[in-house]
């Protein structure tokens, strides 16, 4: 199921949201899967607010932009699969057809930053991502 067609089904009950974008990688393995700065990944944000805005005019927002290492999503690995039971290659194909149209080679990395530069970065990514909130209407007052 694609991300909007997720938040289509379960729009009706939310009540509160986060908001975070996320970024994407083939590795080895599988995929990278990071949080990037809102607006710099693949999420179509402006539909996904439009969506739960239709069903919630009252929605709250959580602003999310959590700056670590892209989680590594083993996929193409047989001890990935081993607890799912019955999954059909056409959802694995989707997964890294999507992965593939969206890749970023640029996903950001925190090793080797400590203190301040891991501090600044933080803080640029949290401000970029304020900024973009706001060009998408979101403006801190309960949006």
Request: glycine share 8%; aromatic share 6%.
């Amino acid at each position: 199921m694609e991300t909007v067609e997720t938040v289509e089904a379960f729009a009706k009950y939310a009540v509160t949201t986060h908001i975070k974008d996320m970024g994407v990688k083939e590795y080895e393995d599988g995929l990278l899967l990071s949080e990037v700065p809102v607006g710099k990944g693949f999420l179509d944000m402006k539909r996904i607010l439009e969506i739960c805005e239709k069903s919630n005019p009252k929605i709250q927002y959580n602003l999310e932009m959590t700056t670590r290492e892209p989680l590594k999503v083993p996929c193409l690995t047989d001890r990935y699969w081993a607890t799912f039971g019955e999954v059909w290659g056409e959802q694995l194909a989707r997964a890294l057809s999507m992965v593939r149209k969206h890749q970023q080679d640029d996903l950001m990395s925190i090793a080797g930053k400590s203190g301040d530069s891991l501090y600044e970065l933080e803080e640029r990514n949290e401000v970029e991502s304020v900024r973009h909130a706001q060009t998408l209407g979101l403006n801190g007052q309960g949006s």
